[in-house]
């Protein structure tokens, strides 16, 4: 509309919005409209293979384990250094994928038909449909407004006497405030999971992301701070967890 000088602001070029960045010569205009792109290039749903993995693939090939049940050991080997990049008191367990996770710590946490589990309203749908293959019900909690992260003082207004486990996701790396969700949980008796799929070493206070769960997941799909394709761990903080999930994820097979 025409201001009072009867100039016209109805339309912009991109030209008119385009704002020198005095410590540089690049514009803020965006990339699309011919600005400096922020990546060099596209982030690409695909695994990053060097020629190090390579070789490494190469010598799992060439010894024939390629499964832990037949006694390869590689899995092992991946689940003992990820639990000792959280501390000597972890245990992992590797799975298939990230929604195996999930339904393995679920499971492991007794969640089953009339239960309810509290989850965030922004997360990716495995974090619900994994609660609805126990036979339970996820409650959707609202996200807080700053972070986007699931609301602790909602999450709490939720509870009943069906709740049994809080499930927040740190969706896109940004850590719930997993501090409150463990005093939350203490306070309630209620299990804490930790859906850590894309939040893998993410500082949550003093701690990282999935150390204060009782049971934590995450996943090596793409895009994923460790990727390989496809795979999950779910991270426990006692030996009798560990034995639980290594059951629930062998067919109900123990150690042995």
């Not at 070789?55 to 000792?84: H, K």
Request: with cysteine; proline share 6%.
């Amino acid at each position: 509309m025409p201001d009072s000088k009867g100039t016209n602001h109805s339309a912009q070029s991109p030209d008119d919005c385009c704002i020198a960045d005095p410590k540089s010569n690049r514009t803020k205009l965006p990339a699309i409209l011919g600005g400096s792109p922020v990546r060099p290039r596209p982030v690409e749903a695909t695994a990053l293979i060097d020629e190090r993995i390579r070789q490494r693939v190469s010598e799992i090939l060439d010894t024939g384990l390629l499964s832990e049940y037949y006694g390869g050991p590689w899995a092992r080997r991946f689940e003992q250094a990820f639990a000792r990049y959280y501390g000597q008191d972890y245990w992992a367990v590797s799975v298939n994928s990230g929604t195996s996770a999930l339904h393995l710590a679920l499971t492991a946490a007794g969640v089953g038909p009339d239960d309810e589990v509290i989850v965030p309203a922004l997360c990716f749908v495995a974090a619900a449909t994994a609660i609805v293959q126990n036979g339970a019900v996820p409650v959707i909690c609202d996200a807080e407004p700053e972070h986007l992260t699931l609301d602790v003082a909602r999450a709490e207004r939720l509870i009943t006497k069906r709740t049994k486990a809080i499930l927040p996701v740190h969706f896109w790396g940004y850590p719930s405030d997993v501090t409150q969700l463990r005093n939350l949980c203490d306070r309630h008796g209620l299990v804490l999971i930790e859906d850590c799929a894309q939040a893998f070493g993410a500082p949550t206070g003093q701690a990282k992301a999935g150390s204060l769960a009782d049971y934590a997941t995450f996943a090596f799909s793409v895009r994923k701070h460790i990727a390989c394709g496809e795979g999950g761990m779910v991270l426990c903080r006692n030996e009798e967890s560990h034995a639980r999930i290594r059951t629930l994820a062998n067919y109900g097979k123990g150690s042995g």
